[in-house]
């Protein structure tokens, strides 16, 4: 059974960082690629980060760059979002999600697979 778990969400001062993880389980990581998304109420769900874990490729909106790096762990089939210099409309779910197409993809209907989220609340 494929599972993604993500943890790390919480609330926090504008400026501030968090960590979250994204563990996954039941399928083989290398051949995936992993993405990170947000939903705000009201919103769309929106792609934050990427990562194809075979070769390393990442993908970044530019209105995030700098602020947000994604980063992965294979023996712990987990991918990590650090993000840094939060700003109250980084309020969101964020969700991970993988794709067996191994390459980095910001549609969030490409991805098959999807963790419940995790709430991460900036405050100002």
Same mark, same amino acid.
Request: proline share 3%; hydrophobic share 35%.
């Given at each position: 059974?494929? *599972? ?8 926090? *001062? ?24 947000? *939903? ?78 995790? *709430? ?5």
């Amino acid at each position: 059974e494929v *599972q993604l778990v993500e943890s790390g969400g919480g609330l926090v *001062q504008s400026g501030g960082s968090l960590r979250l993880s994204c563990a996954a389980s039941g399928f083989i990581f290398d051949d995936y690629a992993i993405g990170w998304f947000r *939903q705000a109420p009201g919103k769309e769900r929106e792609a934050v980060s990427c990562i194809n874990i075979g070769d390393d490729t990442t993908f970044y909106p530019d209105s995030l760059r700098g602020r947000f790096t994604i980063s992965r762990d294979n023996a712990k089939n987990t991918v990590y979002l650090q993000m840094n210099s939060l700003k109250p409309e980084d309020t969101a779910v964020y969700y991970c999600a993988a794709n067996p197409n191994r390459v980095v993809l910001r549609i969030a209907s490409l991805y098959d697979y999807w963790g419940q989220g995790t *709430q991460v609340t900036v405050s100002s």
